[in-house]
């Protein structure tokens, strides 16, 4: 069974970072495209960074040059570098593989960029 855990959210003045990480028990992360989501109270979950088995990284066009996706195959984690937040990247953070069928979904962490 796949476990999916997220931390390092917290809240942060505008401008501020966070490092996101997200920490996978099971098996077959190695092959598996790994992507970050947000949800924003109201909205739809959305998806923010990819990053292939090989490290190609992609990135929603309102966090390109802000964000940075990586991974650690041997640690079995995937890292969201946040920096220069706004107010507008407030949202519950997710990971999960980038499949047709997604492996259970974790709790997520809370991100809230506030003054």
């Known amino acids: 069974q796949v476990r999916l855990v997220e931390s390092g959210g ?4 505008p401008g501020g ?3 996101l990480s997200c920490l996978m028990s099971g098996s077959f992360f190695s092959s598996n495209t790994m992507n970050w989501y947000r949800q924003a109270p109201g909205n739809q979950r959305e998806l923010v960074a990819s990053i292939t088995n090989g490290g190609r990284a992609d990135y929603v066009d309102s966090v390109k040059g ?3 996706i990586s991974r ?3 640690r079995k984690t995937v890292y969201l570098q ?3 937040l706004k107010t507008e990247d407030t949202a519950v953070y997710y990971c999960n593989r980038g499949a047709t069928t997604p492996w259970p979904w974790g709790q997520g962490t ?5 003054s």
Do not use: A, P
């Open 110 to 114: 809370q991100v809230t960029v506030s």
């Open 17 to 19: 970072s966070l490092r």
């Open 72 to 74: 650690d195959n041997v």
């Open 10 to 13: 917290g809240l942060v003045h």
């Open 66 to 68: 802000r964000f940075t």
């Open 82 to 84: 946040m920096n220069n």
